[in-house]
C-alpha cells in the first residue's frame, strides 16, 4: 500500500492564481482530511469527507473548496490564491469511527508559496 | 469546546536525558488522546494513543497515561536519543469528529 500521497511537494504561485492539491488514498478509508500547518498554530482542519459525495466544513474553510467524487480521491482547490494561504497542506485519512480512536493517517505533505 | 494546550519548545536536550512534554485537554465528554510525531520534512505519524482514563499508550520507549482528574496526558521518555528529533504534537478525539491538535513542541536531541 502506498498509503496517503500528495501532489505536488512544493508550489509557487502569485496571487490571484488558481491550483488544485490532489490527494489519494489506497486504504479505502471513508474519511478524508485537509489540514494546513502553520507556524505556532499546530495544525487546523480546512475540509473532511465522510465518504464520497459528502464534505463539510472544517475550522478554517474560507477560501478552499474541495470534492469527493471517489473513495479514493479528495483534491484540496484554492480558487484564487493569497498570501495568507501560503502554509504546509496535508492530507490525512482513517476509518469510520468506531469509539473516536482510530488512527489518522497523514500524506507527506504540500509545501504552498503565494508571491 | 475541544481544545488541545501542549508545552511550547523548542526543547533541547542532550542524548540519553529525560523527556516530558506537558500535555492538557479541554474536551465534552470522553475523548481519545493520541501523540503524533512529525520527523523533518514528513507528514505526522502516530506515536501512541489511549482511548479511556487511566490507559497508558506506549511505544518507541515513548510513554503517555490518560489523566482524568488532571486533564493531561503528558508524554515521557526515559532516554532520548538523536534520532528522537521531530516535532510532536498532541491530539484529542471526541466521537466522529476530527482531531483537534495542539501548537506542537519541536525537540532537539544533542549527541
Known amino acids: 500500500n502506498a498509503g496517503v500521497t500528495q501532489t505536488p511537494k512544493f508550489q509557487v504561485l502569485k496571487t490571484g492564481q488558481s491550483m488544485t492539491l490532489q490527494c489519494a488514498q489506497d486504504?479505502?478509508?471513508?474519511?478524508m482530511s485537509w489540514y494546513r500547518q502553520d507556524p505556532g498554530m499546530g495544525l487546523r482542519l480546512i475540509h473532511y469527507s465522510v465518504g464520497a459525495g459528502i464534505t463539510d466544513q472544517g475550522e478554517v474553510p474560507n477560501g478552499y473548496n474541495v470534492s469527493r467524487s471517489t473513495t479514493e480521491d479528495f483534491p484540496l482547490r484554492l480558487l484564487s490564491a493569497a498570501p495568507s494561504q501560503t502554509s504546509v497542506y496535508f492530507c490525512?485519512?482513517?476509518?469510520?469511527?468506531?469509539?473516536?480512536?482510530?488512527?489518522?493517517?497523514f500524506g507527506p505533505g504540500t509545501r504552498l508559496l503565494v508571491l | 469546546g475541544n481544545s488541545v494546550t501542549q508545552m511550547e519548545g523548542p526543547v533541547t536536550l542532550s542524548e540519553e536525558a529525560f523527556l516530558t512534554i506537558n500535555c492538557t485537554y479541554t474536551?465534552?465528554?470522553?475523548?481519545?488522546l493520541f501523540w503524533y510525531v512529525q520527523y523533518p520534512g514528513e507528514g505526522l505519524q502516530l506515536l501512541l494513543k489511549a482511548t479511556k482514563a487511566d490507559d497508558k499508550g506506549s511505544n518507541k520507549g515513548f510513554e503517555a497515561t490518560y489523566r482524568k482528574e488532571t486533564t493531561s496526558f503528558h508524554l515521557e521518555k526515559g532516554s532520548v536519543q538523536v534520532s528522537d528529533s521531530a516535532v510532536y504534537f498532541c491530539a484529542l478525539s471526541a466521537g466522529a469528529n476530527n482531531l483537534f491538535f495542539g501548537t506542537g513542541t519541536r525537540l532537539t536531541v544533542i549527541p
Open positions: 474536551a465534552t465528554g470522553y475523548p481519545s
Open positions: 486504504m479505502n478509508h471513508e474519511y
Open positions: 490525512a485519512s482513517r476509518e469510520v469511527p468506531s469509539g473516536g480512536a482510530e488512527t489518522q493517517y
